[in-house]
């Protein structure tokens, strides 16, 4: 289990009402519900753990309105790979707006063909290291693999850079398989069950 902090522990943490970066499934919309219910209710001196956690948003507020507990965020997705390539997600993000910002008209998306098309496909090439789920977010709504053989893009360019200061600041991240968990877990005799909605290989402990 590969224990390390997201953040600098000497930054300050901020508050976040959404994740930074694009991530479906975040739990922004129930985030007030969450504070109340939860948050406020751990027992102090508890050690927090968010098995399931995706942007962290749940960690990060856990964190920011009980400083004192310990958090661990196990980060299946690798969403701390995305947070540390911001700075070059920005530099391709300065170079579309550039292009395609003022472009924008507020009723609908505008799409991006031929020679924009070309200039975006440019763009990516020449600047590797970008985090591409926000890109295709900001250009596109398609996956890495389609996007490569992509025609048209839709402009949702945004105006302003990413950034993700304060964010996950003292909350410890872990890489691990909630299935692994679950079969070591049996091994000591702890009931388990699959969930049907989850991947075929999630289960909970
Ligand atoms: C709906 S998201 C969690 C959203 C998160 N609470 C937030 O607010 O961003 C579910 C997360 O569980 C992760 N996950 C799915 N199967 C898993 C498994 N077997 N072990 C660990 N994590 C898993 C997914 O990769 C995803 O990041």
């Known amino acids: 289990m590969n224990l390390e902090f997201y953040n600098n522990r000497d930054q300050t943490i901020r508050h976040w009402a959404r994740s930074p970066l694009p991530f479906i499934g975040q739990k922004k919309d129930f985030l ?6 939860v948050v406020w209710t751990i027992p102090a001196g508890s050690l927090v753990v968010d098995l399931f956690g995706g942007s962290g948003l749940l960690s990060h507020c856990v964190k920011y309105y009980r400083p004192e507990l310990r958090v661990i965020c196990n980060d299946l997705d690798n969403f701390r790979e995305r947070l540390q390539k911001i700075p070059e997600t920005n530099i391709v993000r300065r170079i579309f707006f ?5 472009r924008t008209n507020n009723d609908a998306y505008e799409k991006l063909t031929g020679a924009d098309a070309d200039f975006i496909h440019e763009t990516l090439n020449r600047f590797p290291g970008y985090d591409w789920i926000t890109l295709s977010n900001m250009v596109s709504g398609c996956s890495e693999r389609i996007r490569a053989k992509r025609k048209t893009f839709t402009n949702k360019v945004k105006v302003f ?3 993700c200061d304060g964010y996950l ?25 699959r969930m049907r909605s989850e991947k075929k290989d999630t289960e909970r402990i």
């Not at 007030?32 to 219910?37: A, G, H, P, S």
């Open 32 to 37: 007030n519900e969450f504070i109340d219910k």
């Open 98 to 102: 550039k292009r395609f910002g003022r």
């Open 161 to 163: 850079d990413y950034r």
């Open 169 to 193: 600041v003292g909350v410890v991240a872990t890489l691990v398989n909630l299935s692994t968990i679950s079969k070591a877990s049996a091994s000591f005799g702890l009931s388990t069950h």
